[in-house]
């Protein structure tokens, strides 16, 4: 028995449920514009004319018919996403690589430079404070429940990076904002790029299912508003969710720290600390 999370539950319910206002609105417009053509045409008793005394405008019957074409499009779509999700309610697809016919940021490795809220709100953690800073008008955007990490932060900075001796270093090999940006995060021997990545309730083209992580029998999504999966043609399959290496690599003049063994812990590879930099994961 799989249980599914709150945010899983709330990124679902709202996948479904988007367009329902639009169906309604435009069921409401066709109605009302089908009424009043019927008004006109009663009052020109039932005549059409194109006549410059008649009331009866060719173009309000244009606008009706072409409000209810809309409607019908929406309202196909709405039930049939419905009726599919309803067939997959509570199933959940492990995805075991990248090819495949859905692509979404989860099921794409973790990088670096990530900050939790949780981790925001540490004593002494001015990252948040940065990042509103930089972004005055709409305050910071959590990307996949993240933001970036300051470097001049004393919590959660290059130099608090750097401080952490080899064993606290390990202990938190898993956090993202070790680590640059293009570093990808260290995985566990047994471990696959995507282990743990998987899309609920999965139905197709018709429903592409919500991306939700995979602990035990427990099942969430990273946010309530993370978006259903996106599609791909036959010919983008096997190609977007390849990961390439980077094409820069750290700077020469940042300097070399340290190289931390992460095997102690379970995770492959090995730790690059840089003077002036966040740490580089290398196999």
């Known amino acids: 028995m799989v249980h599914v999370g709150s945010k899983a539950l709330a990124a679902e319910h709202r996948a479904l449920t988007r367009g329902r206002g639009v169906m309604t609105a435009l069921t409401v417009v066709s109605l009302l514009l089908w009424a009043a053509f019927t008004m006109q045409l ?3 008793g039932g005549r059409i004319t194109l ?3 008649t009331i009866f405008a060719p173009s309000t019957a244009t606008a009706a018919a072409i409000a209810t074409m ?3 499009l929406w309202t196909v779509q709405y039930w049939s996403r419905s009726w599919a999700h309803r067939r997959l309610s509570g199933t959940v697809w492990q995805i075991p690589g990248s090819d495949g016919p859905v692509w979404t940021a989860n099921l794409v490795r973790s990088y670096g430079e990530g900050l939790t809220r949780r981790d925001s709100e540490t004593l002494g953690c001015i990252c948040l404070e940065e990042a509103e800073r930089h972004d005055m008008d709409e305050g910071p955007e959590w990307t996949a429940g993240t933001i970036s990490a ?10 608090a990076v750097n401080a952490l001796d080899h064993g606290a270093f390990r202990d938190l090999a898993r956090a993202n904002w070790l680590w640059d940006a293009s570093s990808a995060l260290p995985q566990r021997e047994a471990d696959t790029p995507y282990s743990g990545a998987a899309l609920l309730a999965f139905a197709g083209h018709a429903f592409r299912g919500i991306p ?3 602990e035990a029998n427990n099942v969430d999504a990273v946010s309530r508003f993370v978006e259903p999966a996106v599609e791909l043609t036959r010919e983008e399959r096997g190609g977007p969710l390849q990961w390439i ?3 820069f690599l750290p700077p020469a003049e940042h300097g070399v ?3 931390i063994d992460l095997a102690p812990v379970g995770l492959a590879g090995s730790a690059i600390r840089y003077r002036h930099g966040r740490a580089w994961h290398r196999l």
Request: glycine residues 8%; negative net charge.
């Open 257 to 259: 720290l340290d190289v």
């Open 51 to 53: 006549a410059q005394e």
């Open 70 to 72: 809309l409607t019908v």
């Open 150 to 159: 300051d470097d001049y932060c004393p919590v959660h900075g290059i130099d």
């Open 245 to 247: 290496e980077p094409e």
């Open 42 to 44: 009663a009052n020109g």
């Open 212 to 214: 939700v992580f995979m």
